[in-house]
């Protein structure tokens, strides 16, 4: 392939994206499904000019938000298996800015994400232009370098011939199981009209092979000594597992060795709800089953997993003198917890594992482990079944008791999708996965705001597939923008509004801190300033309903389980508004069984205050670190 074509960069580049693929067990995805895209002037003439002329070999979506977009080619790509993912392409300035918490969102879970900002021009022929950030001791930057920190690569492109080895590196990143995350292309809105003489070898097709690496023998060999020596082995399966498609791996892991399998918020759906082995979630928003065995354990097994504090009950659910081990694809995360590493794909990793573990000969399940967690999981199942129950039909719902009617609709095929609030917890709690991609819960970054957009991104992943973003009422106004485009676009996202009038989830941490709910009410002011007991005079259906979807009101549970049913099965953008009611100790979500560190005041002159640090003291003794 010889030659060359006379292209702008903006079109190259377009024209290049087109022609990636990525290819894993003998399955093979086109990289860049989509482009994402706010215009101004600091896009619309070159990359937009570009989509533009390059017709339908680049699908394109209009979005409302540039962070949404972002979050939208997350989803997208979550549900992808991060085969395949979407670029976002922004204006200089505030549209280049806004893209900085959903690439931090993408990098910290590891999700690839293609950013295209416009950038200030190159050769500087007005300096400064519109929407440009003067710095006057460095000419060479612009407000998109504070993507830096939150990209897994970043390059600016100043000349035309720099994009070909940054287009390559761009690829290498997102396809990279180890190193994947956000990507920045910044793009000087100038050198976007650029014309070139590209090589025609630079639009080849290209497949992109996404590694399986297995482990090290040496490594393997610990590894195998060390689940041979345990007589209580916990498995915490992380979101590795998941992204490596491990699933029957790890099933089979657990069936061979006996070991139950908890979950982190990104690797719950590993193991389905009814299997035996698995206890569900896992730390602070575990449950009792789980965190139980944790404090048990004489060897606990992570599987791509990065031990966030939620996990480890901030370093206080182990016991002393247990031992870790880690099969990650990640050096950086097997090393830790002090633990033993086994550095490797997951689903490579179990196979090699349960293969070896075969050949020497053990260990065989212990039945009375079994049993034990067995009884302790009925006993879980038992509170579940109480928080769902809704005797009523005409009472007003609670959280759990949504979640409840909600559970008895839904079968394998649906996603739920959600980030923040206090959903994540009842959710990692009580909630019963029935399929290894039910739960899409983004708990790393967990951002509010996520999940509408990423429902919609779910929804082009998987077409024809009921996919429910839930939401609460302070969630819902941090971006209910994209429901704009589902509707545009007709994508048959089922939205979910609980409506409890004020951040519950804050506000409950705020009282047990210490805080007194201070800043975390939804309530109106008197004339005097102090707030009331009445809820402020917002109406979130009727927002949602302004903008396009079709809303259902249920005021109780049999109109909830109603609207639901009526909502999956539509084929337009559909909400259910619900307002809840505070349950009592019978219909609520089980307290948390760990702990969580959040720092109380040292010293204060509030009750509150001085009794919430008290408390602190006692739980964060009981710390420690894994040596």
């Not at 990636?20 to 994402?36: F, S, V």
């Not at 004339?527 to 109406?539: M, N, Y």
């Amino acid at each position: 392939m010889t030659g060359t074509v006379r292209l702008t960069v903006a079109q190259a580049l377009v024209r290049f994206l087109t022609v990636q693929h990525t290819e894993r067990d003998g399955q093979r995805h086109r990289l860049i499904g989509a482009t994402w895209g706010v215009f101004g002037h600091g896009n619309v003439a070159g990359i937009g000019q570009a989509l533009l002329e390059h017709g339908g070999a680049m699908p394109f979506h209009q979005g409302r938000n540039e962070q949404a977009m972002v979050h939208a080619a997350v989803g997208y790509a979550r549900q992808s298996g991060r085969l395949s993912t979407h670029a976002v392409t922004t204006s200089i300035g505030p549209g280049a800015t806004n893209l900085v918490t959903g690439a931090a969102l993408a990098t910290v879970n590891h999700l690839p994400v293609l950013l295209l900002p416009g950038d200030t021009f190159a050769t500087r022929p007005a300096d400064p232009v519109l929407q440009q950030l003067e710095v006057p001791w460095a000419g060479d930057v612009s407000v998109n370098d504070c993507l830096r920190p939150v990209s897994r690569y970043f390059d600016r492109i100043t000349r035309p011939e720099a994009l070909v080895p940054a287009a390559l590196q761009a690829v290498r990143v997102l396809v990279d199981p180890a190193a994947t995350g956000a990507v920045t292309l910044a793009l000087p809105q100038d050198v976007q009209a650029e014309a070139y003489d590209w090589p025609v070898e630079f639009f080849r097709e290209r497949v992109w092979t996404v590694r399986r690496p297995e482990p090290d023998p040496v490594e393997l060999a610990a590894a195998v000594a060390a689940v041979r020596a345990a007589r209580r082995p916990l498995v915490i399966a992380g979101g590795g597992v998941r992204h490596s498609a491990a699933q029957d791996a790890l099933r089979a892991f657990a069936e061979a060795t006996g070991a139950p399998v908890a979950a982190t918020q990104a690797g719950k759906g590993a193991l389905d709800g009814d299997h035996p082995a698995d206890v569900g979630g896992i730390g602070h928003t575990g449950t009792a089953t789980a965190d139980a065995l944790a404090r048990t354990a004489d060897l606990v097994i992570g599987v791509g997993t990065r031990w966030t504090d939620f996990t480890t009950a901030s370093g206080t659910l182990f016991p002393p003198g247990v031992r870790f081990l880690n099969l990650n694809i990640t050096p950086y995360d097997g090393h830790k917890m002090a633990g033993l590493p086994l550095v490797a794909d997951a689903r490579a990793g179990l196979t090699a594992l349960t293969r070896a573990l075969g050949e020497h000969g053990g260990p065989a399940p212990d039945p009375a482990y079994a049993a034990e967690y067995a009884s302790a999981k009925a006993r879980w199942e038992a509170r579940v079944d109480s928080a769902y129950a809704a005797p009523d039909p005409e009472a007003r719902p609670t959280q759990t008791q949504v979640l409840g009617v909600l559970d008895a609709l839904v079968t394998g095929e649906d996603v739920l999708v959600n980030a923040a609030g206090s959903l994540p917890g009842d959710l990692h709690k009580l909630w019963r996965t029935r399929s290894r991609d039910q739960y899409h819960l983004e708990y790393g970054y967990s951002c509010m705001g996520y999940e509408i957009p990423a429902a919609i991104g779910v929804c082009l992943a998987a077409p024809g597939r009921p996919v429910w973003a839930l939401v609460g009422d302070g969630t819902y106004l941090m971006m209910p923008t994209e429901i704009v485009t589902a509707v545009q676009e007709g994508v048959p996202l089922k939205l979910v509004i609980l409506q409890n009038h004020g951040y519950a989830s804050i506000g409950g941490l705020s009282e047990a801190v210490g805080g007194e709910g201070f800043g975390t009410a939804y309530r109106q002011r008197a004339a005097d300033g102090s707030l009331t007991g009445d809820p402020l005079p917002v109406d979130l259906a009727a927002n949602a309903a302004s903008l396009g979807m079709r809303v259902l009101r249920a005021r109780t549970v049999g109109e909830l389980r109603e609207a639901l049913a009526t909502a999956r099965a539509s084929d337009v953008p559909t909400c259910v508004y619900t307002e809840t009611r505070t349950p009592d100790t019978v219909s609520g979500a089980p307290p948390a069984q760990a702990w969580w560190d959040v720092p109380v005041a040292a010293t204060a002159t509030r009750a509150s205050a001085v009794r919430a640090r008290a408390e602190y003291e006692r739980s964060v003794a009981a710390r420690h670190r894994p040596l």
